[in-house]
């Protein structure tokens, strides 16, 4: 099989594939600035109070036990753990809040919250009930400092009574909360996970999505076969189709799953071996890796696989590439022409190659939202006995200045932004087993989110 086969962290998920030589070493240079990232570095964050919302009729789903309901409960946990994720907000723990919770606008003592102990700045509240099958959630966001207007948001919600819609209404009145918030920018408690999962010793890696928090994993129904490895989900800036890498005794080929349709659609073979596809973010490019000429080049082709376009030419390797999401008019991505892998940057169109990182082991780049960060990962000690792990940096693209996110916990890669640029997900073995983790952009409140069979490749969708 061609040797592009293990190139750099697409194939080192597979320990069969994992054979990865470069004979160049690089000199150890690099910079340590810190530097603010978005994500409230040294910012005061907003205290905010949230008090169970009231249940205003019986729930459907209450177990033997009538005082712990269902719904009640599935929604009151989901939207504290949904602010307290948001990485914006101080929660104050509930222990805190006063005895009587509001469960209308009427309820509010704005004097009971405001003060000691809960000392809350906002405070966000509301009531939910069923009502022929219908679960009907009324909250309110109120700023409890202002005794005459103290109304910063009302909404209402209505879904069918059950415990994913509970989940649903509650990350949909945190959005809410955090874009009001949040300096107007949207929240991602409604936003998905797409990764690879092996289920157990002899099981094939399949393409698996969840919610943010990692609730509801699942694998998606491709209909690839049996014998096949699929690798590399990524998502359509619509979240309407998953590309992804497919490797089969036919070769390592790209392929396009519809959600719309729940099916695998036409996407064309092409020679060689392909890898690590990447969406423009209007949605109508694709930029891949491609051994089709003999050495591996990034291509750039229409979503259905047409207009293909060679934009690199140089010996070496040159794989995982990702657009700007910002811009739509550079990419990044991982060059062996110097030796180790290492990130570059250049214009959609190839020109203009710049180089990044200057030392060690770098790959996996992802850009942030705001076109203004690259976050990867690094061996900036990278040789036979010497000390040092993989972690995840980011880098900010006009300086080259870099601010280390993990240290020396395990090997940690493939890092992907969340839509709102305050979060990245990544993969770790630090517990033994290859996992799922996310942790906000300043590396603080890291937590695992999956825990059943081994977990890579994360992509979080755009929105």
Do not use: C
């Amino acid at each position: 099989m061609n040797w592009v086969l293990n190139n750099y962290r697409i194939m080192r998920t597979i320990r069969n594939y994992v054979i990865v030589i470069f004979a160049l070493a690089i000199s150890m240079v690099a910079q340590n600035d810190r530097f603010s990232t978005g994500t409230n570095l040294g910012v005061e964050k907003v205290r905010i109070a949230v008090a169970d919302f009231k249940a205003t009729s019986k729930d459907p789903n209450t177990p033997v036990d009538p005082n712990t309901p269902v719904l009640q409960n599935v929604f009151n946990q989901v939207l504290y753990s949904d602010l307290q994720n948001a990485g914006i907000f101080d929660v104050i723990s509930k222990s805190f809040n006063p005895l009587e919770a509001p469960g209308s606008p009427q309820d509010v003592k704005l004097d009971a919250w405001a003060n000691p102990p809960t000392s809350a700045a906002m405070l966000a509240f509301g009531n939910l009930g069923v009502t022929g099958n219908q679960l009907a959630v009324f909250g309110w966001l109120y700023d409890v400092k202002n005794n005459v207007s103290p109304q910063v948001l009302g909404k209402q919600y209505r879904e069918d009574a059950t415990q994913d819609n509970a989940r649903l209404i509650a990350h949909r009145f945190a959005d809410e909360i955090i874009f009001r918030l949040g300096g107007g920018i949207p929240g991602i408690a409604e936003s998905k996970i797409y990764f690879v999962n092996k289920q157990g010793k002899n099981g094939n890696k399949r393409i698996w999505m969840m919610d943010y928090d990692g609730y509801g994993d699942h694998a998606i129904a491709m209909n690839i076969p049996a014998s096949a490895i699929a690798l590399s989900p990524r998502v359509s800036p619509d979240n309407s189709r998953v590309a992804f890498v497919e490797m089969s005794d036919k070769g390592v080929q790209l392929k396009m799953f519809s959600f719309d349709l729940n099916r695998l659609v036409a996407f064309p073979r092409m020679g060689g071996t392909n890898l690590s596809p990447a969406w423009s973010p209007d949605g109508l490019k694709l930029a891949f890796s491609s051994s089709r000429s003999g050495d591996p080049e990034i291509y750039v082709a229409s979503s259905d696989g047409g207009e293909v376009k060679r934009i690199t030419d140089a010996k070496g390797p040159d794989v995982s590439p990702v657009w700007n999401p910002k811009t739509g008019a550079e990419i990044a991505w991982v060059s062996g022409r110097t030796g180790l892998p290492q990130i570059y940057t250049m214009a959609s169109d190839g020109t203009n190659p710049q180089r990044m990182t200057d030392t060690g082991y770098a790959v996996s780049p992802t850009w942030s939202p705001n076109g203004q960060f690259l976050a990867f990962a690094w061996t900036r000690r990278y040789g036979p006995g010497v000390p040092g792990s993989q972690d995840i940096y980011i880098m900010d693209v006009a300086s080259k200045q870099w601010v280390q996110l993990t240290h020396d916990a395990g090997n940690n890669d493939f890092p992907s932004w969340s839509p709102d640029g305050r979060h990245l997900v990544f993969q770790s073995n630090r517990t033994g087993s290859t996992e799922i983790w996310t942790m906000l952009a300043d590396g603080t409140q890291q937590h695992q989110l999956t825990h059943d069979g081994q977990n890579s490749q994360p992509n979080w969708s755009w929105k």
